[in-house]
């Protein structure tokens, strides 16, 4: 299946707007996952070893634009070379740190969802099914690409 331009530009053009708004979007998308998945906390180390309320963590909005930008850049990636190209090493990173903390396939699913679910509260003037799809796919690719490498851990 080849992700368009048209794509990529849905994707891309989304993300410049929510990122204005990165502190509140992150928190939220971390919320959601965990009004569907409460057990999902116990994972997150820097959520385990703190005392402070999570809206005023830290480390939360980080770690949540790191999942909205490497979604955006593997749209980006797929539009141009057809496939996730993570750099061969951090992809490695990544399959490893998420295999060391126990995240599971229910644990992808849940996140895409949150994901978009995210999107279309941060954007509803633009979202539509077109970019739904966009978004999803470009999550979808840069996930397998994640599972890949966990499962040469395993
Ligand atoms: C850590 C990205 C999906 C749970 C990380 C890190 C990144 C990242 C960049 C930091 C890695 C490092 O320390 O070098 C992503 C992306 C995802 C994804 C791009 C999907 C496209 C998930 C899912 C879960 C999850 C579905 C579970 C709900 C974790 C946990 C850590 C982590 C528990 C370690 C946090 C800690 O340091 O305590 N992820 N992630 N991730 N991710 Fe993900
Ligand atoms: C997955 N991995 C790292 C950080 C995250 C933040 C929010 C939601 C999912 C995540």
Redesign the pocket.
Known sequence: KVFTEEQEALVVKSWSVMKKNAAELGLKFFLK?FEI?PS?QK??????DSNVPLDQNP?LKP?AM??F???CE?AVQLRKAGKVTVRES?LK??GA??F?????DE??????FA?LETIKEAVPEMYTAEMKNAWGEA?DR??AA?KMEMKACS
Not at 43 to 48: A, K, N
Not at 100 to 104: F, I, M
């Open positions: 996952i998945a999902a994972l997150f180390s820097f959520l385990r480390k770690h790191s999942v930008v490497m979604t593997s951090s990173k990544l740190v998420h060391k903390y126990g995240v599971v644990h992808f699913e849940v996140t895409k994901l999550y840069l996930v994640i």
